[in-house]
């Protein structure tokens, strides 16, 4: 924990005393400030130019990797994924990969001490390549996480990404990653009916360029008995962090409408970054 604390402390990455944003309860109503506008909304900052410092939280399978990696592209700033810390460390077969691999195979949460180190070796690597801000995705996970990060730091806001339960198994069950490329894809297709008002939600899958097509890989914890204890686990360890952001304003809940297609662009106008979006393509 200390390694976390004392990197912290000393990282332009945690920008103490530097809070730029509005809460995210503020920024998720349409009529608030955007997180990118201060000074009473009165002229957009570019976000290249401050110190983003999100959370991602959701299910597994909900797509946290998939939206935090594009804003991160968007934004300019890391995207910080707790899980490929997990992974990079056992597939570097060091010390803690055996130790690791028995762990997450069975769907269990890794030690806050162990995630908190491979967190903050991840941290000074980034500060020694002058990174600024951060979007993190998978971190914080427990109650004693969230503390630790809130010692250390100041939050701005917490996008909780949300779909239905029964399509979370299936679309982890369809994860793909090109072993070369290292890119994400889905193979699942998703049509669930709409009931009792809840709309219904399709996703088309997202297949590999043929290039890729031969070097899939699908991950070992995604099979559905691992995949359901995961989730089992998030409900009861991770879900009250929302309630937990949430009593302090910095929570933005977002449902996603269906696939990247129709998610992207509302996710965008949730974090009124619709405008920034265009300017960028435009300049690109
Ligand atoms: P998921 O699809 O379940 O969100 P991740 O890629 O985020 O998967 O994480 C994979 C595994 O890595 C988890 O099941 C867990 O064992 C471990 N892990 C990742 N982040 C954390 C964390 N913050 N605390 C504890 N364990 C973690």
Not at 1 to 16: D, E, Q, T
Not at 135 to 143: A, K, S, V, W, Y
Not at 251 to 275: C, H, V
Request: proline share 6%; glycine share 10%.
């Amino acid at each position: 924990m200390a390694r976390l604390v004392r990197v912290a402390r000393s990282s332009s990455l945690f920008g103490f005393g530097n809070r730029f944003y509005p809460t995210s309860a503020e920024a998720s109503h349409a009529s608030s400030p955007s997180p990118f506008l201060h000074g009473g909304g009165a002229s957009r900052v570019a976000p290249k130019d401050r110190n983003v410092q999100w959370v991602f939280l959701g299910c597994p399978g909900v797509g946290k990797g998939t939206y935090a990696s594009r804003l991160s592209t968007l934004l300019g700033v890391p995207h910080i994924a707790t899980g490929d810390l997990v992974r990079e460390e056992l597939a570097s077969s060091g010390p803690l990969s055996q130790k690791l691999s028995e762990i997450v195979n069975q769907g269990k949460l890794v030690s806050d001490e162990i995630i908190v180190d491979l967190l903050s070796k991840r941290l000074e690597a980034g500060e020694a390549r002058g990174e600024s801000g951060f979007i993190l995705d998978g971190f914080p996970r427990t109650m004693r996480q969230a503390e630790i990060l809130g010692d250390v730091t100041d939050i701005d806001l917490v996008v909780n990404l949300k779909l239905p339960e029964e399509v979370l198994v299936d679309k982890c069950l369809g994860r793909r990653t090109c072993s070369q490329c290292g890119k994400g894809f889905n193979v699942a297709h998703i049509n669930l009916k709409g009931e009792n008002g809840r709309p219904g939600i399709s996703m088309d899958p997202l297949l590999p360029p043929h290039q890729c097509m031969s070097k899939l890989v699908t991950r070992a914890d995604d099979t559905e008995e691992v995949v359901k204890a995961r989730l089992r686990i998030y409900n009861e360890t991770s879900q009250p962090l929302e309630e937990y952001y949430r009593t302090k304003g910095k929570l933005m809940e977002f449902d996603l409408p269906g696939g990247i297609p129709e998610s992207w662009p509302r996710l965008l106008e949730a974090l009124r970054l619709d405008d920034y979006e265009e300017k960028q393509s435009v300049a690109a």
